[in-house]
């Protein structure tokens, strides 16, 4: 390790890994409720747990997104952390603030947690993945506004890089797109309208600038190849999800009360953002086939590769198949759509985590090339487990969905109710949550791999 203010990324990658695992946990209980509807009922009812699942993946990410910066930005910069100080106290005050959030969630009623949090001053409650109460945005600002500072100083002051420049370009998005939290208008077209300023230019916007900054930065760790042929990948991909990203906000306004021009708008956009992720396997499969070492940590580059193959199948292939407007039009709001979402967020965001958190930990923990090979041997067996158990919720959902809409959409005279066509699909919704439970025990072998002990050579 170069900088000894890389190690306030410890805490954050850490923090991430547990708030990974209450993730997963509650997306198996989703699963098991969706097959028996009052399972914990009435201690956690669907719509709490489901509040929950969905809160602690996006804080999550943000956590594992703000440890990969505070690792990267100092090597990249080349100088140590403007402040490790505020780095580590951000960091306590977003954690304190997250489990208080998700603790509010589960013991407080919505409407009492919305009175006590004087939501009436400012309402910005009740909008799904923004069900924070609106004095824990205001914090999330705060951290937001203290972190950017804190790398926009460390990358102005240093060495400008590539991707330095990209991944302060994302953060500072991910920071001014949150604000549109804040504006919640009273006609719920309009607010659905501005509500995807949020959601969408986040998590197909300014998240994947992100993503490739981190990606590049592995690559050239673990490829040795020449920083400016990754540049120059790392430029086409950007320009490209940059375009496709923010024109693609247009494939959520199909049916919400919008002008019928963003069915077109929509629509052509949703055919070309698939073409980034394919790219982005183009790009990391050449830098492995070019690479110019043979880093000791296998295990980084195969997260490396994987994460650009899954983000590909997860946010590109899923979301095409189902977002062009005629096609959405029978799709919208079923199962096809988590299928797409459940991939796509662990495809593109969690497996970028994985990679960075598999290449810098180790070299946190002391072992600048990587863990021993019976620790990469763990790691590879959680790695395939997590994937095909991800690849089999997936799949299950998508067979689900497609039940969804031929049952209950398209039925004619014949359709099912909504509760009668979920009956139909619950045999699927137990393969899901077998697959589920895959993916847990996959994340903790994942665990495991860090504790493993090497022979004495």
Known sequence: ???????????????????????????????????????????????????????????????????????????????????????????WVFAVAGVVTILGYLFVPYATLAEITYNNLLPTMGREFLEQPTIIKIGIVIVALAFVLNVGMTVLTGRKTVISIVLLTGLIGLAVFFLFAFYVPENL????????????????????????????????????????????????IIAMTLISGIVGTGHHYFYIGTPTYWLWIGSIASAVEPLPFFLMILYAYNMAAQRRIEHDNKMALTWAKGTAVMAFLGAGVLGFLHTLAPINFFTHGTQLTAAHGHL??????????????????????????????????????SFWMMVIGMLGVTSALVIAGTMQVFIQRMAGADSLSFMATQAEIVPV???????GVLTLLGLLTYFYSFFVKEEAA
């Open 344 to 381: 796509a967020f662990f495809g593109a965001y969690i497996m970028i985590l994985f990679t960075i958190i598999s290449y810098a930990m180790p070299i946190m923990r002391g072992r600048p090339n990587g863990n021993g090979l019976k620790a990469q041997a763990v790691e590879l067996k």
């Open 1 to 91: 390790m170069k900088y000894n203010s890389q190690m306030v990324a410890k805490n954050y990658f850490i923090f991430a890994l547990i708030l990974l695992a209450g993730e997963v946990l509650f997306g198996l209980i989703l699963g098991t409720q969706y097959i028996a509807g009052d399972f914990l009922f009435p201690e956690i009812p669907f719509n709490v747990a489901r509040m929950v699942h969905t809160n602690l993946l996006i804080v999550l990410i943000l956590f594992g997104f703000m440890g990969a910066t505070y690792y990267l930005v100092p090597e990249e910069s080349e100088r140590e952390l403007w402040s490790p100080w505020l780095a580590n106290v951000t960091f």
């Open 189 to 236: 077209v309009l607010d659905k309208f501005f509500w995807w300023y949020v959601v969408h230019l986040w998590v197909e916007g300014v998240w994947e600038l992100i993503m490739g900054a981190i990606l590049a930065f592995v690559l050239i760790k673990v490829t040795g190849v020449d920083r400016e042929h990754i540049d120059k990948w790392l430029y086409l």
């Open 429 to 435: 919704y137990t393969v899901r949550l077998a697959f």
